[in-house]
């Protein structure tokens, strides 16, 4: 890991609240494999005071790619970066997903959790079958159609809570049928804490080698702080950032 | 050439900078960022005598220009940290400062006396002041018997340079600072964090779960400094100044208001080679105002 003033190339707005930016880093394209994440400076002044951690979307030496949605003062802040800003970036942070071969793997992403699954993908796909399930509130929260379609898919499950794309309900409604239908062998999930609770329940005993990749209140994103902490199953803490952000879903205490 | 070196009486610093307790782990955790020959010293996370896991998060909440933390001092203890002092000692020869830490007075002076007989160790600074153990934060820097009959016990029982680190969350420093003093310490260290709170609107519930956290950042820093030019006047020890410092110029400033030298906190998370910067800026500043020793600025506030 390394800390470098790095170069916006590009900041594309998506719609009304989601971005995607690229970011030149020959240092942290190069090292960053699925899973890790990156600490961002989205103000030079103290105010916001922290770095805000954000998953590594794509890498594609020298550049990384960043996907947000502007929750808060620190995104909005982000989403004004303009191309040749510089912005100062920590990373790459956190462990990542072994490598696989000759697997059939289920994503699961619940909006902005698609960032470290479309990563696996752009990486997994070559030697393994991947079964993609992306669901989100409604159309303008499930972007990168595009990205993602271009990716080497053996099938494609979209929702969204609406109905306005895919098939209404929860990105979790089916994901024991598909499991138990393609013969998965691995999962691998990412979106907000609900999900992965509803998750759980459906697939923990179901036979899958499951990982998660989980999102935190971080502070410094290298494992000083202690702020990122999650209780295990035999009441431990880990540190989301040092010791995850991917997780064996049964390791969790949900 | 510029001298950048700091006498504390007990010790000479090559340079006033030290990171501070719980924002710097085991020093080990920097290595790939930079050196730590270049510090001054540095303080390891405070250690009690068992492990500890830590407050249940939420642990932190920012503020404008601030961090409130109820981290819960989550550690090893004191044997494994033995342990890491070896190994880190391996690394670097800058002075290792333990962060005594302690439920009951017991258990301050079983952790103090650990770490007295390590070699690889030069100080010992007691964590007085911690103010996020327990609900309501009380803590023994709050009390100036309890300051005074805790340092007390310390010295008789260790040999080390002792520093006891305040708490800003007093009516009046100078009479607790007094107190260490007269109990034994060989130097102050001061402001731990301010407590404060957070509420959230949504839930109607106060942010973290034992109400008051401790308040660090540049936010605190004019708070501080005012608390450091109080303990400066009133003890004959040097004292060390903490509270917001990010640059070299806030060192300097610190330091012409009477600290000795001084610890780079809550900077160390946000930009993890802060204290390179903040030492090659104090170089830079002591050049252009023409010095070539903190003794010449030290203390020197004209009022």
């Known amino acids: 890991m390394k800390e470098q003033r790095c170069f916006v190339k590009e900041n594309k707005k998506i719609n009304e609240n989601y971005f995607l930016m690229k970011i030149k880093s020959e240092y942290i394209s190069k090292n960053s494999k699925p899973g890790n994440f990156v600490m961002v400076n989205v103000s030079e002044t103290f105010d916001p005071l922290l770095k805000r951690p954000f998953g590594i979307f794509k890498s594609e030496p020298p550049f990384i790619w960043l996907y947000f949605e502007v929750v808060g003062k620190g995104t909005k802040l982000l989403s004004n970066f303009k191309k040749n800003d510089k912005i100062s970036i920590l990373g790459p942070l956190g462990n990542s997903l072994p490598e696989f071969k000759n697997k059939k793997i289920l994503m699961i992403a619940g909006g902005r959790g698609i960032v470290p699954i479309f990563y696996s993908i752009h990486t997994y796909s070559q030697h393994n079958d991947i079964f993609l399930v992306y669901g989100a509130k409604s159309e303008k929260d499930l972007n990168l159609y595009e990205e993602i379609k271009s990716k080497k898919l053996k099938k494609l499950f979209l929702y969204t809570d609406n109905g306005s794309v895919g098939k209404k309900g929860l990105v979790t409604s089916d994901v024991k049928n598909i499991i138990n239908n393609n013969k998965v062998d691995i999962t691998i999930s990412c979106g907000p804490e609900p999900m992965f609770k509803t998750l759980v329940k459906k697939i923990e005993h179901i036979g899958t080698e499951n990982y998660i990749s989980m999102e935190a209140l971080m502070g410094c994103g290298f494992g000083i702080c202690h702020s990122c902490a999650k209780k295990t199953k035999n009441n431990n803490y880990k540190q989301v950032c040092t010791d995850g952000p991917i997780f064996k879903m049964e390791d969790i205490k949900w | ?303």
């Open chain 2, 1 to 303: 050439m510029v001298d950048l070196s700091t006498d504390l009486g007990f010790i000479k610093l090559k340079n006033p900078v030290i990171t501070a307790s719980g924002t710097f782990g085991y020093g080990e955790e920097f290595q790939d960022f930079f050196n730590l020959d270049i510090l001054g010293a540095f303080v390891l996370k405070g250690i009690y005598k068992n492990p500890k896991s830590g407050n249940s998060p939420p642990r932190i909440h920012e503020t404008a220009s601030g961090l409130l933390n109820s981290i819960g001092l989550p550690g090893p203890g004191a044997k494994e940290l033995q342990k890491i002092v070896k190994r880190i000692h391996r690394l670097t020869k800058t002075p290792i400062i333990i962060n005594v830490c302690g439920e009951s007075d017991e258990e301050y002076i079983e952790v103090a006396e650990i770490f007295d007989k390590m070699d690889e160790v030069t100080m010992l600074e007691l964590n007085i002041s911690c103010p996020n153990i327990k609900r309501g934060g009380k803590c023994p820097a709050q009390d100036e018997k309890h300051t005074y009959k805790l340092v007390n016990q310390i010295k008789h029982n260790t040999s080390k340079p002792l520093i006891v680190k305040l708490s800003p969350n007093v009516n009046d420093i100078s009479s607790i600072a007094i107190s260490a003093e007269q109990g034994g310490a060989d130097c102050i260290s001061l402001v731990n964090t301010f407590l404060g709170m957070a509420v959230d609107l949504d839930s109607k519930r106060p942010v973290f779960k034992n109400l008051f956290a401790g308040l660090s950042g540049p936010a605190i820093k004019p708070l501080a400094l005012k608390l450091v030019w109080e303990t400066v006047q009133s003890v004959h020890i040097p004292v060390i100044g903490i509270g917001g410092i990010t640059s070299g110029r806030d060192v300097m400033e610190f330091i012409l208001t009477g600290a000795s030298a001084v610890q780079i906190g809550t900077i160390n998370i946000v930009e993890p080679k802060a204290s390179v910067r903040i030492i090659k800026e104090i170089k830079d500043i002591m050049k252009k105002l023409n010095i070539e020793s903190l003794d010449e600025i030290k203390g020197k506030l004209k009022i």
